[in-house]
């Protein structure tokens, strides 16, 4: 069975520090895995994809099939990062997409 | 297009009604799927159509759930005999199978409340 999960209910940190929220998965094969983002009073919306492997708004997150693992890290944080992050699996390209339980980043000035 | 949009926005209902829910996606997009939200949760999978075609649906899902994309357009989803453990956030989102980047485009939601 497909499953995504998300340690950290809430993480708070300061501005300028850095950032890193949690993501391990489990699936047998070999998955698509991505982060989206909720802002306040905003649409959930796609952050990044690891197939990408692309920085967006200054995030990356690296694909650990090892650990299987997908954290989502930023060096330095801004206060605008503040918001639910949902980690995501799809199976295939023909597969739904499941999602985490969210981490709530907070960031204090 | 505005993007994803879903209606009502919000609803109320007693234990027992019947209530349906709409969304229309971006018009290009072929995938639509439903997920349910509740607090502190993430999105859980309920189902999805190819076109208006139900390619998926949860084997959580109550058969008191059912939803119809009947042209491939927009699509519903209506609870009978709803219950309060169905007070929940009714997310919609849509995709292009074509792009295959795995993106989904969410609406803002349909809220319920059973009393």
């Known amino acids: 069975a497909q499953r995504v999960t998300q340690p950290e209910k809430l993480l708070s940190v300061f501005k300028g520090a850095p950032v890193e929220l949690k993501c391990n998965y489990s699936?047998?094969?070999?998955?698509?895995l991505f982060w989206y983002v909720q802002y306040s009073r905003q649409r959930l919306q796609l952050l990044l994809r690891h197939i990408s492997r692309e920085s967006i708004k200054g995030f990356t997150a690296d694909l650990n099939k090892g650990e299987t693992s997908f954290h989502l890290k930023k060096p330095f944080a801004q206060e605008e990062d503040s918001a639910m992050y949902y980690c995501a699996l799809r199976a295939s390209s023909a597969s739904k997409i499941i999602f985490g339980s969210g981490t709530r980043l907070s960031i204090r000035p | 297009d505005t993007g994803v949009s879903q209606n009502p926005r919000h609803k109320i209902t007693k234990r027992g009604q019947n209530v349906t829910f709409r969304c229309d996606p971006i018009s290009e997009h072929n995938r639509l799927y439903w997920y349910r939200q509740t607090l502190g949760q993430g999105p859980e999978f309920l189902t999805y159509f190819q076109n208006e075609a139900q390619l998926e649906k949860s084997r959580l899902l109550s058969d008191r759930f059912s939803a119809e994309r009947p042209k491939g357009s927009f699509s519903t989803l209506e609870i009978q005999r709803t219950e309060q453990g169905d007070s929940a956030m009714y997310l919609c989102a849509s995709s292009f199978q074509g792009a295959n980047t795995g993106e989904l485009f969410f609406g803002e939601g349909s809220r319920l409340t059973v009393l």
């Open positions: 699936y047998s094969g070999s998955p698509e």
